[in-house]
């Protein structure tokens, strides 16, 4: 190259640099951006326990948690916000009764009359026998320690918030914002329904058994005996690692998901579960059923499900200190399960709501019975009346007397529906 070309070259060079200053100094401008993100909260515990608890009016449903069945009455939770009370004698046209609010609540289970519900790190227990005279009957103090932050002694949680910010932008003026997802997760547990315990879906915290009350956290089982409902009684926390998701009960045995695998306790001395056996699977969002011989698994892909995987695993628990994969089949992105007898319900999230006969599991791939795109949906509970589904846009009822053809007989909307993953 001679001196010539270089001159040239230097030049436009130069005058390119000249452009990409000018621009970037015309490109500034100031944009509004309008967003939801969690936003942390700190909060004294000594000032929500000074509050009064005042059952409220029936309420609309806004982002409907976990569903609890018991005897003719259907609980909607409210995460963070409280529990709905709903008289489901006629599953084709549910009565809202009232409303009970609960500040930090996301779990629930009822036992003889006796509502449990966690109030961040404290557990409360109602007397609902007269839904129209609700009364809390004891509190049992700091519990759910994980919530404290040491340093401070406060309580830390978030709250679903939204941002409006203004910014100057350089030569980005239509970059997106990438925020953490607002919506609190659906869940529910799907207790065998026993004595006088209610029946939830596949994906809660609270469970119970033989007596006792269990509530997981994201790495501690917490054990509390309720033999005498209106007085539980904190028992002792059980340290089973980080990663945990749900609990399930069957046949004084413990089936907890977690994010890598499912655990397996004994628990026939129901105050003291001792681990039977931990079946391991890729990382992934991990709620679970079980029959006498088999857990149903569903992993997921999206939120803090880390591999993308989207399967229902089959596990043989014959021998329950000895589970292994019988056999995997892919799903678009199932979140809870729930089963009846031989029939299978997956929730697919925005997908919609899947149905298998599950009698041969080598084939359940080849033995679905349906596939309702239309019904977005994320928990289930086989009810005695009807088949109950929760998703984005509310609760609805199903006859599912002919398993292989759903009949629609209510739904309750949500006033704010959210984005399912």
């Not at 014959?318 to 319900?345: F, R, V």
């Not at 359940?364 to 009807?386: T, Y």
């Amino acid at each position: 190259m001679n001196m010539k070309n270089i001159k040239q070259l230097i030049s436009l060079l130069l005058l390119m640099i000249g452009a990409v200053s000018l621009t970037s100094c015309q490109d500034e401008v100031m944009t509004t951006h309008t967003y939801r993100a969690m936003v942390p909260i700190f909060l004294e515990m000594s000032d929500i326990r000074a509050k009064t608890i005042t059952v409220a009016p029936p309420q609309e449903l806004d982002n409907p948690g976990k569903i609890y069945l018991y005897g003719d009455y259907l609980l909607i939770n409210e995460p963070t916000k409280g529990i709905h009370i709903l008289d489901n004698t006629n599953p084709a046209n549910p009565v809202n009764k009232n409303f009970i609010p609960i500040e930090g609540n996301v779990d629930l289970a009822v036992n003889s009359n006796i509502l449990y519900a966690d109030n961040y790190v404290d557990l409360l227990a109602f007397d609902i026998s007269n839904i129209n005279n609700i009364t809390l009957v004891k509190r049992v103090e700091d519990v759910f320690t994980h919530m404290y932050r040491h340093d401070t002694g406060q309580i830390i949680t978030f709250r679903d918030s939204v941002i409006t910010t203004d910014n100057a932008f350089r030569g980005c003026a239509n970059c997106e914002f990438f925020t953490m997802n607002g919506s609190v997760g659906f869940a529910a547990n799907f207790s065998a329904a026993a004595q006088s315990y209610g029946t939830g879906g596949s994906m809660a915290r609270f469970t119970l058994s033989s007596g006792h009350l269990y509530a997981v956290d994201e790495s501690t089982m917490r054990v509390f005996d309720v033999r005498d409902a209106k007085d539980p009684k904190f028992v002792k926390p059980i340290d089973l690692g980080w990663g945990i998701e749900t609990i399930f009960p069957f046949q004084n045995k413990l089936f907890i998901g977690s994010n890598r695998g499912m655990h397996i306790y004994d628990a026939s001395t129901p105050g003291s579960p001792t681990r039977m056996a931990v079946y391991e699977h890729l990382v992934a969002c991990d709620p679970v059923v079980v029959n006498e011989d088999f857990a149903f698994v569903t992993l997921r892909s999206g939120n803090l499900c880390v591999n993308n995987i989207n399967q229902l695993q089959v596990v043989n628990i014959e021998d329950p200190y000895k589970p292994y994969l019988m056999k995997s089949y892919p799903m678009l992105n199932p979140h809870g399960l729930g089963l009846s007898e031989d029939n299978l319900y997956i929730a697919e999230g925005k997908h919609g709501l899947k149905s298998f006969k599950v009698s041969d599991v080598m084939t359940i791939d080849q033995n679905q019975m349906e596939f309702l795109e239309s019904m977005k949906s994320v928990d289930i509970i086989p009810g005695p009346k009807s088949l109950i589904v929760i998703g984005p846009d509310g609760v609805c009822q199903f006859d599912y007397s002919t398993p292989s053809k759903l009949v629609k007989l209510s739904c309750i909307d949500v006033k704010n529906p959210v984005t399912v993953q």
